[in-house]
């Protein structure tokens, strides 16, 4: 996907969220705090400094309100993802273009989060980025192995799943794929867990592609068609049809914003296994 693509589909999300804004409280409707994160997060993917403002808003606003979550929100079903992992990848991704003293108020915030995360069972993708990017942020050694030892036993379950068990939630799947693409993006020189993320992202494709010989069991969703465009340098798209522009923006935003890798075995084995898949631009 060229980037003048991507940057266009950035902007029909923004576009979108700008319309439902409401500059009272700083969030978008129903006070979702989750998706008004994902909208600062997309203004910051601009990268144009008159949105900077509002996003940086958003930012305060959220981490200033008292009891922000540490696990995933579970409350409404476009909550799904941790305010936790969004703010760390933002964190990662924009930490320097924030103003300084929000950027001293956002690292401790990260860095608490994962204190709640560290004395609970984590073993969700979202949580385990939120430890990880506090390793990063404290130098401390020892979460850092924590770290690693999550994402081998998440690698030991993985393994253990079928490719394409009936019922499966695809839309689960794309998430932790995008999880995982983030992971990978934001381990840096991190060995320990550099192999397990690799392997994990490479069942989880596979996964994919075997759902999608099932078309009838698999939602054609545009935040799909373009993280495999983007993951597969255009080698393998998939034929949308128009009304599924209306897809979940905050899956699409995430497609957009991971910088997903994938070797270029799995590249053959998509184009290989996925009748719907074609060597073609994605149409949408």
């Known amino acids: 996907m060229i980037e003048a693509h991507r940057r266009e589909l950035l902007h029909a999300i923004v576009s979108a969220w700008d319309d439902v804004y409401d500059p009272g409280p700083g969030l978008l409707p129903s006070g979702s705090r989750y998706k008004s994160l994902c909208y600062a997060l997309a203004l910051l993917e601009l990268a144009e400094c008159s949105r900077l403002g509002r996003a940086e808003a958003i930012v305060a606003r ?33 930490h320097r273009r924030l103003d300084p003293a929000l950027r001293r108020r956002l690292s401790p915030t990260i860095v608490h989060m994962a204190g709640n995360i560290r004395k609970l069972p984590a073993g969700d993708l979202a949580e385990i980025f939120v430890l990880h990017t506090a390793a990063g942020l404290t130098g401390d050694d020892d979460l850092s192995n ?62 994919i592609a075997h759902r999608l010989k099932r078309p009838d069991d698999f939602h054609e969703d545009l935040a799909l068609a373009t993280l495999l465009d983007r993951a597969t340098h255009g080698a393998v798209a ?42 073609a631009e994605i149409r949408c």
Do not use: Y
């Open 146 to 207: 924590d770290v690693a030892v999550c994402l081998r036993d998440r690698l030991r379950i993985a393994q253990r799943d079928r490719p394409a068990a009936t019922g499966e939630d695809s839309a689960g799947r794309l998430r932790e794929l995008l999880m995982l693409h983030a992971f990978e993006n934001h381990l840096r020189h991190f060995a320990p867990a550099r192999g397990a993320i690799e392997t994990l992202i490479d069942l989880a494709w596979r996964k």
């Open 238 to 279: 998939l034929r949308l049809p128009p009304e599924t522009i209306d897809c979940d923006p905050v899956d699409l935003l995430f497609a957009l914003v991971v910088i997903p890798r994938i070797p270029d075995e799995t590249i053959a084995f998509l184009r290989t296994s996925c009748p719907q898949a074609t060597v």
């Open 62 to 94: 959220i981490i200033d309100t008292p009891g922000v979550p540490s696990r995933l929100i579970r409350r409404q079903d476009d909550e799904r993802v941790s305010i936790g992992f969004t703010l760390s990848l933002l964190w990662h991704r924009h």
